[in-house]
Structures are given as structure tokens and as C-alpha cells.
């Protein structure tokens, strides 16, 4: 197996980590205790070919979860420290996740078209028509892992909604951030976000001006499971 690149290990062991708190099971951050349970286990890096154990996780196939993932959508963001020009998606402002590892999920064609993800789009910096909004999700819950086993996020799974009903995101990854679990490995602690695409027209939006949270953006809510379609996981060294 070739050596991971260190934003692969600790995504694999984020991974872990979130998975074993949804399963109420006990988390040891030692790469070599992890080996003796894992539950995610990279072939490779963890995004170009991986697969979860059947017993702890689901009935799914090496194959199905291979499918799942498109590293050549892979972005490093960790050495950009800020953006020169602005950026444009579904018509707002897309505030890139600087600072990051974005790992892709595999989307393409997964609902008919791809309008949503603005494949035909000319400019890397501006939107086209039916283009939907990027957004990020972050929970204190461990969710990220069954969004990656699942590849969607459920109103249902939601708790509080302090603004109305709805599957809770936010345009800024900071904001999200704010609300992401933390977790350790190799002396170092990372958080993981869910980066979506959310449809215009069927979002709600809390300005920061209404929800007064100091130093947080403007909260964005889907009214429906099918108005917020996740396509990336981004890992943060914190």
C-alpha cells in the first residue's frame, strides 16, 4: 500500500473518528489501535480507491464505495492563504474553503444533469444560469461520516431550528467551522465540513444581522432534503 500523504491520514482517521462516535463506540487516535478496528480503510489515498468494512458499516460493495468518490475533483487549498479575484456560484458569492484538503465526492449525473454543478460554465470565476449555490455544513454530530457513507444530508437527522425548519448551512466555511466537531491525530487537530450546493430557489436566508452570532456569516436554510445536494468533504488543520 503506498504511503498516505498526512491530509489522508487524518481525513481517514476523521473518518474514524466521527463514525465510532455515531456507533457510540470507543475512539483510539493511534494509527496502529485504528488498524486493529478500522472501520474506514484506505487502498492507496483515501479518496482514489477506499472501502468499509461490511460488518461494522454497511452491506455496500468495494466497487459501490469506489464509486462514491472522484479524486481527480480533488483540491488543495492549503497553501492558498487568500483569493486575489472573487468567485461566483448560483449567483452568490463563493467563498472557497482556503486553508483546506477538499476531497470530492462522486456527483456527476447522480441527479440527470449537471446544470447544478455549473459544468458548462466558460470562467472559473462566474455562475450560469441554473447553477446552484455552494455552501458548507458543519455539526458537532458525528454526520460527516454517514454523509460520506450515504452521500446526502437528512432534514430528519436535524435538531434545532432556532429559525425555522430546515437543513441548516452557511456560505462561509469559518461560520461552518464554528460548528464542527474537532479531532486529533499525529499531534495535530483537524475539523471536518461538508461542502454542498444549495438550490436558490428553495433557500432561506438568516443574515448575521438576525441571528447575532458574533464573528459568524449569514446562516442559509434548505427547506427540502433534494435543495441541498452535498459534493466534497473539506479537512482543516485547526
Same mark, same amino acid.
Given at each position: 500500500?503506498?504511503?498516505?500523504?498526512?491530509?489522508?491520514?487524518?481525513?481517514?482517521?476523521?473518518?474514524?473518528?466521527?463514525?465510532?462516535?455515531?456507533?457510540?463506540?470507543?475512539?483510539?487516535?493511534?494509527?496502529?489501535?485504528?488498524?486493529?478496528?478500522?472501520?474506514?480503510?484506505?487502498?492507496?489515498?483515501?479518496?482514489?480507491?477506499?472501502?468499509?468494512?461490511?460488518?461494522?458499516?454497511?452491506?455496500?460493495?468495494?466497487?459501490?464505495?469506489?464509486?462514491?468518490?472522484?479524486?481527480?475533483?480533488?483540491?488543495?487549498?492549503?497553501?492558498?492563504?487568500?483569493?486575489?479575484?472573487p468567485f461566483s456560484r448560483g449567483g452568490a458569492?463563493?467563498?472557497?474553503?482556503?486553508?483546506?484538503?477538499?476531497? =470530492? &465526492? $462522486?456527483?456527476?449525473?447522480? #441527479?440527470?444533469?449537471?446544470?447544478?454543478?455549473?459544468? !458548462?460554465?466558460?470562467? *472559473?470565476?462566474?455562475?450560469?444560469?441554473?447553477?446552484?449555490?455552494?455552501?458548507?455544513?458543519?455539526?458537532?454530530?458525528?454526520?460527516?461520516?454517514?454523509?460520506?457513507?450515504?452521500?446526502?444530508?437528512?432534514?430528519?437527522?436535524?435538531?434545532?431550528?432556532?429559525?425555522?425548519?430546515?437543513?441548516?448551512?452557511?456560505?462561509?466555511?469559518?461560520? =461552518? &467551522? $464554528?460548528?464542527?466537531?474537532? #479531532?486529533?491525530?499525529?499531534?495535530?487537530?483537524?475539523? !471536518?465540513?461538508?461542502? *454542498?450546493?444549495?438550490?436558490?430557489?428553495?433557500?432561506?436566508?438568516?443574515?448575521?444581522?438576525?441571528?447575532?452570532?458574533?464573528?459568524?456569516?449569514?446562516?442559509?436554510?434548505?427547506?427540502?432534503?433534494?435543495?441541498?445536494?452535498?459534493?466534497?468533504?473539506?479537512?482543516?488543520?485547526?
Open positions: 500500500m503506498p504511503k498516505l500523504s498526512i491530509e489522508d491520514e487524518a481525513l481517514r482517521v476523521g473518518i474514524n473518528y466521527h463514525m465510532c462516535r455515531l456507533k457510540n463506540e470507543p475512539f483510539d487516535p493511534d494509527p496502529e489501535a485504528i488498524a486493529d478496528f478500522m472501520i474506514v480503510q484506505p487502498r492507496e489515498l483515501f479518496f482514489d480507491v477506499n472501502t468499509i468494512k461490511k460488518a461494522a458499516v454497511s452491506k455496500m460493495s468495494v466497487q459501490e464505495i469506489r464509486a462514491k468518490h472522484k479524486p481527480k475533483f480533488n483540491y488543495d487549498f492549503t497553501k492558498i492563504l487568500i483569493d486575489q479575484q458569492l463563493y467563498t472557497r474553503p482556503l486553508g483546506s484538503m477538499r476531497y =470530492a &465526492l $462522486a456527483v456527476l449525473d447522480k #441527479y440527470g444533469d449537471n446544470v447544478w454543478l455549473g459544468t !458548462l460554465r466558460q470562467s *472559473a470565476n462566474s455562475s450560469i444560469d441554473g447553477e446552484w449555490s455552494v455552501a458548507y455544513h458543519g455539526t458537532t454530530d458525528p454526520r460527516a461520516a454517514e454523509i460520506v457513507r450515504s452521500g446526502g444530508l437528512d432534514l430528519k437527522e436535524g435538531k434545532r431550528f432556532l429559525f425555522g425548519h430546515g437543513i441548516y448551512c452557511t456560505p462561509d466555511p469559518k461560520t =461552518a &467551522l $464554528a460548528y464542527a466537531s474537532t #479531532y486529533h491525530y499525529d499531534g495535530k487537530t483537524y475539523k !471536518l465540513i461538508v461542502q *454542498a450546493r444549495v438550490d436558490p430557489s428553495r433557500r432561506e436566508i438568516v443574515p448575521k444581522s438576525k441571528h447575532g452570532v458574533a464573528n459568524l456569516d449569514d446562516y442559509w436554510i434548505a427547506k427540502e432534503n433534494d435543495a441541498i445536494r452535498p459534493y466534497g468533504i473539506c479537512v482543516f488543520p485547526c
